[in-house]
């Protein structure tokens, strides 16, 4: 738990601790290892999916692409045929914004997380905004991706309010190095997006549970809304999605990369978005600087060729498993447990 902070601290006491701070990380990581011809790979969510999708990756199917106001009305009516629900998102957009979750049909109504039927009007307004560039980043014209509505594991039902959590793993030169996972609250209406309110809980790599969290920068041990406790949950299958953010170093050919993860209850992990400028706040939920990690991963670079993504996460797993991880002991990891399938 990152209660080894305290709310006034001396740059060298950062330093000794590892934190990496936001020049050193554009200076050090981003400028260093990724090269600007590579950014569309992650900045465009519809390359992504196609450079994942021709990777053998696993990532949420894609229904449609709108890339027209005039593709708008006949896309609507094959929405339809998701009965089990869909999601809108613009290919450009950030933050999580422009993100529309269907969960579903209330007759001939889609509706929303939570139950909220909507006319589908303003499925056509959505898109349309979306089209319009106003979720993407700069603004500019943007294209509507139509995609498969995950159905997040019931492990999570506990501590995520009206979305689905994923996790944040922070790939360095192709090796994963620090994971948190993010869980929604009432505050970020559903969303998996610190910023907005969401919860961040570090995960021990070694062995997959979470040990801690953090909300709004302050250190917390239980859920918002359920205050069901947030230490111990066990993310099901964490050696496939360990191996899954490693590969994505082959993907993005990007250095210094973030690799979003969502586990789907009949599929397991789905690469949901890839990010070449991964915010900071996974030292605060993990309570740990990420410095040490990566010069110990530097080190070991020194004497060999990049290896195989498998090889790369279970060396990530060993090296930076965590002897004081904890084990679930609390009510809301004892019922998590029980929801797992034999």
Not at 94 to 100: P, Y
Request: with cysteine; hydrophobic share 40%; glycine share 10%.
């Amino acid at each position: 738990m990152p209660t080894w902070l305290p709310r006034f601290v001396r740059p060298r006491a950062l330093k000794e601790q590892g934190i990496v701070g936001m020049n050193a990380r554009n200076a050090r990581y981003i400028a260093a290892w990724n090269a600007r011809r590579f950014y569309p790979r992650v900045d465009d969510k519809l390359q992504t999916k196609k450079l994942a999708l021709d990777a053998g990756l696993s990532v949420p199917d894609i229904y449609g692409v709108v890339r027209t106001h005039r593709q708008i009305r006949d896309v609507r009516r094959q929405l339809q045929d998701y009965e089990d629900g869909f999601v809108i998102k613009p290919a450009h957009g950030a933050a999580g914004d422009g993100i529309l979750v269907i969960e579903g049909w209330r007759g001939d109504r889609p509706r929303r997380a939570g139950g909220r039927a909507v006319e589908l009007s303003e499925l056509d307004d959505h898109m349309s905004n979306i089209l319009s560039g106003m979720y993407s980043l700069g603004g500019r014209p943007d294209v509507a991706m139509i995609e498969q509505r995950v159905r997040f594991s019931s492990v999570f039902d506990a501590v995520s309010h009206r979305g689905v959590p994923d996790i944040r793993t922070v790939v360095y030169r192709g090796y994963p190095v620090m994971a948190m996972m993010r869980l929604p609250t009432q505050d970020s209406d559903g969303k998996a997006n610190l910023h907005q309110g969401a919860v961040g809980t570090g995960i021990d790599l070694g062995s997959g549970r979470t040990i801690g969290g953090v909300r709004y920068n302050k250190p917390c041990r239980e859920h918002p809304d359920s205050e069901q406790s947030i230490v111990g949950l066990q993310i099901p299958g964490w050696e496939q999605l360990m191996e899954l953010a490693a590969g994505c170093f082959e993907l993005s050919q990007l250095g210094y990369l973030g690799v979003d993860v969502v586990i789907d209850a009949d599929h397991g992990p789905l690469i949901l978005e890839l990010n070449a400028r991964p915010g900071l706040a996974i030292q605060i939920a993990n309570g740990e600087g990420l410095d040490h990690r990566i010069t110990a991963l530097d080190a070991h670079m020194v004497t060999r060729e990049t290896e195989p993504a498998a090889e790369r996460a279970r060396w990530a797993a060993e090296m930076f498993a965590r002897p004081d991880a904890t084990r679930p002991e609390e009510p809301a990891a004892e019922a998590a447990a029980k929801a797992e399938p034999a």
